[in-house]
């Protein structure tokens, strides 16, 4: 079982829809959960973290955690064609440690 | 304020040469990573600098790769011998404060790597 674990996709919508990204988790001792989005050819960007059961809201994104489930999603409102790329989901597992997932493939459909 | 920057940006060599990559963090970041990522995959910690100390090297490939941070700033991954399998992105990331779970990663730009 990999440590964290997304659904590689391609995840297709269309512009102006919700998208889902979802994420879990091996570990449950893990203390804080990351969004970082990643366009081809480019680094991974920070958009989003949560440290606490439930939502958290930054402009169109919101992150959701469920640590009893060990879950966290990522829901990108308004969904636009500049928002198709991978979204990376990382997990603190103490200290500075970040364990990545493989990513999942975002195309939003003008 | 700017970004995690790294050096070269691209970089084609032969199997058997070595090779060196550099990374400047952000200013004030204490906490230094080195990251490879290969196509398709998340980033993959290779080692960690809480200031100069080594605090996480357990992925480190030391029969070739090895690492320094010299001052606590600056940092230089290098490879010797590079092989073909060692094609990947390799990634720089710096945080502030160290030993924290909550400290934001940012990354910069990375380096791609060819082996021939």
């Known amino acids: 079982q990999k440590e964290v674990e997304q659904n590689s996709g391609p995840l297709s919508v269309p512009e102006g829809a919700i998208a889902s990204l979802n994420c879990t988790y091996s570990?449950?001792?893990?203390?804080?959960f990351f969004w970082y989005r990643q366009y081809s050819g480019k680094s991974p960007e920070l958009i989003m973290s949560?440290?606490?059961?439930g939502d958290k809201e930054d402009g169109r994104f919101t992150a959701q955690l469920n640590k009893a489930s060990q879950y966290v999603s990522l829901l990108i409102r308004d969904s636009q064609p500049s928002d198709s790329a991978t979204y990376l989901c990382?997990?603190?597992?103490?200290?500075?440690?970040?364990?990545f997932g493989a990513g999942t493939i975002l195309r939003v459909k003008s | 304020e700017a970004g995690v920057v790294q050096s070269p940006r691209y970089k084609i060599i032969e199997k058997k040469q070595p090779v060196a990559f550099w990374c400047n963090p952000i200013?004030?970041?204490?906490?230094l990573y080195w990251y490879l990522q290969n196509l398709g995959q998340g980033p993959e910690l290779l080692i960690r600098?809480?200031?100069?100390?080594?605090?996480?090297d357990s992925q480190l490939p030391k029969d070739r790769f090895s690492a320094e941070r010299l001052k606590g700033v600056d940092s230089t991954l290098k490879i010797q011998p590079a092989e073909l399998g060692d094609s990947a992105v390799y990634l720089c990331?710096?945080?502030?404060?160290?030993?924290?779970?909550?400290?934001?990663?940012?990354f910069g730009p990375g380096t791609r790597l060819t082996v021939l």
């Open positions: 949560i440290y606490s059961n």
């Open positions: 990382a997990v603190n597992k103490g200290g500075n440690k970040l364990v």
């Open positions: 990331a710096s945080s502030s404060g160290t030993g924290s779970s909550y400290n934001e990663q940012f």
């Open positions: 200013s004030g970041h204490n906490t």
């Open positions: 570990d449950r001792g893990s203390q804080s």
């Open positions: 600098y809480e200031n100069e100390e080594a605090v996480d």
